[in-house]
Protein backbone atom coordinates (compact mmCIF):
# COMPACT_ATOMS: atom_id res chain seq x y z
CA UNK A 1 0.00 0.00 0.00
CA UNK A 2 1.58 3.47 -1.24
CA UNK A 3 1.89 5.79 2.25
CA UNK A 4 3.21 9.34 2.92
CA UNK A 5 6.89 9.76 4.84
CA UNK A 6 8.77 12.58 5.90
CA UNK A 7 12.42 12.25 7.89
CA UNK A 8 12.76 15.44 10.37
CA UNK A 9 15.62 15.96 12.19
CA UNK A 10 15.50 17.35 15.54
CA UNK A 11 18.46 17.99 18.04
CA UNK A 12 21.00 15.90 15.60
CA UNK A 13 18.43 12.96 15.24
CA UNK A 14 17.19 12.01 11.99
CA UNK A 15 13.58 10.42 12.50
CA UNK A 16 11.14 9.24 9.77
CA UNK A 17 7.87 8.75 9.86
CA UNK A 18 5.32 6.82 7.85
CA UNK A 19 1.54 8.20 7.63
CA UNK A 20 -1.93 7.76 5.03
CA UNK A 21 -1.89 9.97 1.83
CA UNK A 22 -4.79 11.25 3.76
CA UNK A 23 -2.89 13.63 5.50
CA UNK A 24 -0.75 16.39 3.65
CA UNK A 25 2.99 16.10 4.68
CA UNK A 26 2.63 19.86 5.71
CA UNK A 27 -0.47 18.78 7.82
CA UNK A 28 1.81 16.49 9.12
CA UNK A 29 5.11 18.42 9.76
CA UNK A 30 2.84 21.05 11.65
CA UNK A 31 1.35 18.46 13.99
CA UNK A 32 4.99 17.04 14.72
CA UNK A 33 6.59 20.49 15.27
CA UNK A 34 4.12 21.32 17.77
CA UNK A 35 5.60 18.81 20.38
CA UNK A 36 8.79 19.38 19.23
CA UNK A 37 9.70 22.89 18.03
CA UNK A 38 13.25 23.12 16.90
CA UNK A 39 13.03 20.27 13.79
CA UNK A 40 13.63 19.98 10.29
CA UNK A 41 12.42 18.65 7.50
CA UNK A 42 15.36 16.45 5.51
CA UNK A 43 13.56 14.88 3.14
CA UNK A 44 9.83 13.84 2.39
CA UNK A 45 7.68 11.59 -0.54
CA UNK A 46 6.03 8.49 -0.98
CA UNK A 47 7.15 4.82 0.17
CA UNK A 48 5.72 1.04 -0.14
CA UNK A 49 6.67 -1.77 1.86
CA UNK A 50 7.10 -4.66 -0.20
CA UNK A 51 7.98 -7.84 1.86
CA UNK A 52 10.64 -6.08 4.71
CA UNK A 53 11.96 -3.63 1.95
CA UNK A 54 10.80 -0.04 2.21
CA UNK A 55 10.94 2.17 -1.03
CA UNK A 56 11.02 5.58 -1.14
CA UNK A 57 10.28 8.07 -4.43
CA UNK A 58 9.09 11.21 -5.45
CA UNK A 59 8.38 14.65 -3.34
CA UNK A 60 6.15 16.62 -1.58
CA UNK A 61 4.65 18.93 -3.08
CA UNK A 62 3.37 21.02 -0.07
CA UNK A 63 6.82 20.95 1.63
CA UNK A 64 8.61 21.21 -1.59
CA UNK A 65 11.04 19.15 -1.03
CA UNK A 66 12.20 15.63 -2.40
CA UNK A 67 12.89 11.90 -1.25
CA UNK A 68 16.73 11.29 -1.45
CA UNK A 69 18.14 8.20 -2.74
CA UNK A 70 19.20 6.86 1.01
CA UNK A 71 15.66 7.30 1.97
CA UNK A 72 14.63 3.78 1.15
CA UNK A 73 17.60 2.09 3.30
CA UNK A 74 16.85 4.70 6.49
CA UNK A 75 12.84 3.68 6.63
CA UNK A 76 13.84 -0.91 5.86
CA UNK A 77 16.50 -0.17 8.58
CA UNK A 78 14.23 1.84 11.03
CA UNK A 79 10.96 -0.07 10.23
CA UNK A 80 12.67 -3.51 10.18
CA UNK A 81 10.98 -6.97 10.85
CA UNK A 82 12.76 -6.99 14.51
CA UNK A 83 12.15 -3.81 16.89
Known amino acids: MKMKYVLMEYMG ?3 PFVFPC ?3 HSD ?3 GFRGGYPGSTVISAGFCVLRDTVWTCYGDSVSLK ?3 RD ?3 DVLTRTF ?3 C
Open 22 to 24: LVT
Open 28 to 30: FVT
Open 65 to 67: TKS
Open 80 to 82: GIS
Open 13 to 15: VEM
Open 70 to 72: KDS
